[in-house]
């Protein structure tokens, strides 16, 4: 069983930063490539940012290219997504996600997702 839990959510202004933190257990022996996705008001789920199991690899939407910031600590079995500079549009519930058996930076593929954490960017 494998459980992902995000944190860190809440609402802040435009310009703002934000960290958001997922911890996983259960099947953390493995090796696992870790994500992060959104889900705005009425749109689709969309891809965020990847990092590979060692964490030398890292993958962005373009949306958030350089402003957002994925990292991972396998000690303690949690993902980071630093989030600066943020925007109106980045209002939506962010969802780890975990890819088992994948060294890369996955963009796709992902078999466990956590319960989501909200964001609410205001201008």
């Known amino acids: 069983q494998v459980q992902l839990v995000e944190s860190g959510g809440g609402l802040v202004q435009a310009g703002d930063s934000l960290r958001l933190s997922c911890a996983a257990s259960g099947r953390t022996w493995d090796t696992y490539a870790m994500g992060w996705f959104r889900q705005g008001p009425g749109k689709e789920r969309e891809f965020v940012a990847a990092?590979?199991?060692?964490?030398?690899?890292?993958y962005y939407a373009d949306s958030v290219k350089g402003r957002f910031t994925i990292s991972r600590d396998n000690a303690k079995n949690t993902v980071y997504l630093q989030m600066n500079s943020l925007k109106d549009e980045d209002t939506a519930v962010y969802y780890c996600?975990?890819?088992?058996?994948?060294?890369?930076?996955?963009?796709?593929?992902?078999?466990?997702w956590g319960q989501g954490t909200q964001v609410t960017v205001s201008s």
């Open positions: 996600a975990a890819r088992f058996g994948a060294r890369f930076a996955a963009t796709g593929g992902y078999s466990y």
């Open positions: 990092i590979s199991w060692s964490g030398t690899s890292t």
